[in-house]
């Protein structure tokens, strides 16, 4: 469920940070990547793993994920500069294609985070 103004943000230029959520036991775990790392591919984020430990295990336990990315090079709803949020559901994967295809483009990664993407709400 990709949006237009997920999109924008996505194919814009400019490397931003991107923060992911999952919840642990007593409190949620805040992890980041680089939004040049996201491959997008049907209705999915692929994203190497190079520790992510903390984030694997909670996702095991709950595979809800929550993501935001945001870029002020992207028009937002009024002024330049927009987000999202993303909910989805996540798993890190160590073998099979999407484990191959991130290690081909990123030889550090012993995985890959797999996100099948929910719901996109625009936030500026």
């Not at 993501?67 to 709803?77: D, L, N, R």
């Amino acid at each position: 469920m990709l949006n237009e103004k997920l999109m924008e943000i996505l194919k814009n230029e400019r490397q931003e940070a991107v923060t992911m959520v999952t919840m642990g036991q007593k409190e949620p775990h805040i992890t980041n990547t680089w939004k040049s790392y996201i491959t997008v591919e049907d209705g999915r984020f692929i994203i190497p793993v190079g520790g992510m430990k903390t984030t694997e295990e909670n996702l095991k336990k709950d595979s809800n994920i929550q993501i935001s990315i945001a870029s002020p090079e992207v028009q937002g709803f009024n002024f330049m500069g927009t987000g999202v949020l993303i909910r989805g559901i996540g798993e890190i994967k160590r073998e099979g294609n999407e484990f191959d295809f991130i290690k081909s483009k990123f030889e550090w990664a012993n995985g890959a985070l797999i996100i099948s993407i929910k719901e996109v709400t625009q936030t500026l």
